[in-house]
């Protein structure tokens, strides 16, 4: 699980780094403009296409919900299915990406996402794990998005693994947070 956290921060790292994401990042600060998560999915697959270390990728795979879990829906989507080369066929790290022009409320939707993933059919999924992604302004310390994240956790009553990582994209005024 380490592993595949290693490569999805690398994986973020060169998708933030590059210049035209974050002059259109601050262009979308500057203008107010939100909504732009589908914005952010269509750049993100056009980098990952292109990754030498992703072997294959798929964009909103549909899931059968475990119903003893969900009663409510039948199916549900992961964002992002990747493939790491010199891995088993078969098995994917599992993608959710989530922006918003709040911190707080990007995570408690990042939350909500795990709890989505969770309700999928375990024996049908074929991840090799999950990670959710967020984009939201770097206005608040490190420190200060962790304790967030962990009250969420504490209302939402969940557990979650100790790797989380949160990192200032360059030249903008967003952060990226993992978990």
């Not at 994917?92 to 707080?104: G, N, P, S």
Request: glycine letters at 4%; proline letters at 1%.
């Amino acid at each position: 699980m380490e592993k595949d956290f290693e490569f999805v921060l690398e994986v973020m790292d060169g998708f933030v780094k590059q210049r035209h994401i974050q002059k259109r990042l601050n262009i979308i600060k500057e203008q107010g403009i939100t909504g732009w998560e589908i914005w952010f999915q269509i750049e993100f697959a056009s980098y990952i296409d292109t990754h030498k270390e992703v072997a294959e990728w798929h964009r909103e795979k549909q899931y059968h919900m475990d119903k003893r879990k969900s009663k409510d829906k039948f199916k549900m989507a992961v964002d992002f299915l990747l493939r790491q080369k010199r891995t088993s066929k078969g098995l994917y790290i599992a993608l959710e990406l989530k922006q918003h022009f709040r911190t707080e409320t990007c995570i408690k939707n990042m939350l909500n996402d795990v709890l989505k993933v969770n309700c999928a059919r375990q024996s049908h999924t074929g991840f090799r794990s999950f990670w959710c992604i967020g984009i939201h302004p770097r206005e608040e310390s490190k420190v200060t998005i962790k304790n967030k994240i962990e009250k969420k956790l504490i209302q939402k009553d969940m557990y979650m693994h100790d790797l989380v990582e949160i990192r200032y994209i360059p030249n903008t005024n967003y952060a990226y947070t993992i978990f």
